[in-house]
């Protein structure tokens, strides 16, 4: 990838200039959650001593902050330093996921089909497809933060406009909808249980379908990508201004000699054989493919819980074939250092793991998370005020929680026995309130730094911008972060005094 040189002669202005400004002027990400790491280790040991502490409103546990400095902490800390970093969440993911997509990228299988795919299309026509993609790329559960920015950039980067544009889009329109539903996706069968529990603290009986809050949550994603359009094109976009390559050679623009057409079709069809071969081999209803309790091919299967396993054979097999009709792999020694190259460019991340896997550790073991979440939610339940409010109240609680904690299903752990009875007390149905949870959930994915695929992220921009830092990312997702949290605030209250229905035997009050 040809790193981009952003035109500055003309001086950025205004707010998410003077945000990119300083925030750039932040450490390096490494010192930089180091020093963040810091900060959670005084707080364990001011917290710690004041006894501060949270009851879990499920298991009725009380939940103290654990402090950390002490010689138990160091000695915590030292036996666990190599395990953090070997069991980071995505540490795998995205070296495998990695490693496979650079095939496609150095090979020229991406460059081609995108060209290919894109050739009738014009015009900001091209922004609002990406931000659709954006919004099914939850049916790839996390690997879509990976795959989908880049993916976006080259589009942007083949069109003459700015690649980063591209980057921010994809990265924002995944967070931003990851737990709406264009189409049902897993989200709706994870969430659903837990919600479930929590109002059976009131009403033993309580039950609700997976899709009780699908017409909602579908005309989010809508809205999640029409307003993500906005975003790049009247945001994003003219505070990047014009770019200038390196390569600088632009002049096929879109077309497609008939050797890259011919191969592009060889490496498709190849996939679609793949598809054919998974779904012969999921068919059947003893499949090994399918729960072996319940039959299903999507909660607790080997097909949904081996996703990314399939996702790296399909890249694999694009490239692979795509590569060997063109030419660029004659033999294995080929393949290898294609392999090797992709590596090379994941390095900045490996590097920044070391840092971040350390700052979680000392997040998750100090609880300090679980107690701000639990304090919170019972601050929220104290007041008194209009259904609309309270709603947006609980929306922007959500955001602000996801900044600290990543992981839909363990918030709505944590927030759902507070939430759930509180508001159908208020005759407020479960399912509503497991809507607007999802909404909060969405909107602040993609602005914190503590979300493991901002690293990404970050190398992903620097390859473009190679003076890219913080700054640069939390100017570009703080409007996205702003407009999805203002579009499913006014969607919210809109639904609430129009009283719609949310879903397949779901509403928004109790009767």
Same mark, same amino acid.
């Given at each position: ?57 499920a ?30 969440p ?82 924002a ?54 307003s ?20 600088g ?65 399909i ?27 992709? !590596?090379?460019? %994941? *390095?900045?991340?490996?590097?920044? #793991? +070391?840092? &971040?896997?350390?700052? $979680? ?18 601050f ?10 309270i ?55 993609h ?35 702003? !407009?999805?949290l %203002? *579009?499913?605030?006014?969607?919210? #209250? +809109?639904? &609430?005094?129009?009283? $719609? ?11």
């Amino acid at each position: 990838m040809s790193e981009i040189n952003v035109d500055t002669s003309v001086k950025k202005r205004g707010f998410l200039a003077w945000i990119e400004r300083v925030g750039n002027k932040m450490p390096h990400p490494f010192k930089m959650f180091m020093e963040i790491a810091g900060v959670v280790l005084l707080l364990s040991l001011v917290l710690g001593l004041m006894e501060v502490s949270a009851v879990h409103p499920a298991t009725k546990e009380t939940i103290k902050v654990v402090n950390l400095v002490s010689f138990n902490g160091l000695l915590l800390f030292m036996s666990n330093f190599i395990k953090n970093f070997q069991n980071f969440p995505v540490l795998g993911i995205v070296l495998i996921l990695g490693i496979s997509s650079g095939i496609c990228d150095r090979t020229g299988f991406f460059s081609s089909a995108i060209k290919m795919g894109l050739a009738q299309t014009r015009g900001n026509m091209v922004v609002f497809i990406i931000a659709i993609i954006g919004t099914l790329g939850n049916h790839f559960g996390d690997a879509a933060f990976i795959l989908i920015p880049p993916i976006a950039g080259a589009i942007f980067y083949s069109l003459d406009r700015h690649p980063l544009a591209g980057v921010f889009l994809g990265y924002a329109t995944v967070g931003g909808s990851f737990t709406t539903s264009l189409t049902p996706q897993g989200m709706d069968v994870i969430l659903t249980p837990i919600g479930i529990q929590g109002a059976r603290l009131l009403q033993p009986d309580f039950d609700m379908s997976p899709l009780s809050g699908y017409y909602f949550l579908c005309l989010s994603a809508i809205l999640c990508a029409i307003s993500a359009t906005f975003v790049t094109i009247k945001i994003i976009e003219p505070m990047l201004g014009k770019y200038n390559s390196d390569e600088g050679d632009k002049s096929q623009g879109m077309q497609v000699t008939p050797e890259e057409a011919i191969a592009v079709k060889k490496a498709v069809k190849a996939v679609v054989i793949f598809f054919v071969i998974v779904a012969v081999a999921s068919f059947p209803s003893n499949s090994f493919l399918r729960n072996a309790q319940t039959g299903s091919l999507v909660v607790g299967s080997p097909l949904v819980g081996n996703l990314t396993f399939f996702i790296f054979l399909i890249f694999l097999l694009m490239g692979l074939v795509y590569g060997v009709s063109m030419g660029k792999i004659r033999g294995m020694n080929d393949l290898i250092k294609m392999m090797e190259e992709s !590596t090379r460019t %994941l *390095v900045p991340f490996i590097v920044l #793991v +070391i840092a &971040i896997a350390q700052f $979680l550790f000392f997040f998750n073991e100090s609880k300090l998370g679980q107690v701000l979440a639990i304090r919170g939610g019972e601050f929220l339940a104290s007041l008194s005020a209009p259904t609309q409010v309270i709603a947006v109240l609980f929306l922007l609680l959500t955001a602000f929680v996801n900044l600290f904690i990543g992981s839909g299903s363990s918030k709505w752990l944590l927030l759902a026995p507070i939430f759930v009875p509180m508001f159908m007390q208020l005759n407020i149905h479960p399912a509503f309130t497991q809507i607007v949870y999802r909404l909060g959930d969405s909107c602040t994915n993609h602005l914190t730094p503590l979300f493991a695929y901002f690293a990404i992220l970050l190398t992903t921009t620097q390859q473009y911008d190679k003076n890219a830092g913080m700054g640069t990312l939390f100017s570009a997702m703080l409007p996205y972060s702003a !407009t999805f949290l %203002l *579009v499913y605030g006014l969607q919210t #209250v +809109i639904w &609430i005094t129009l009283n $719609l229905p949310t879903g397949i035997g779901g509403s928004i009050w109790m009767n």
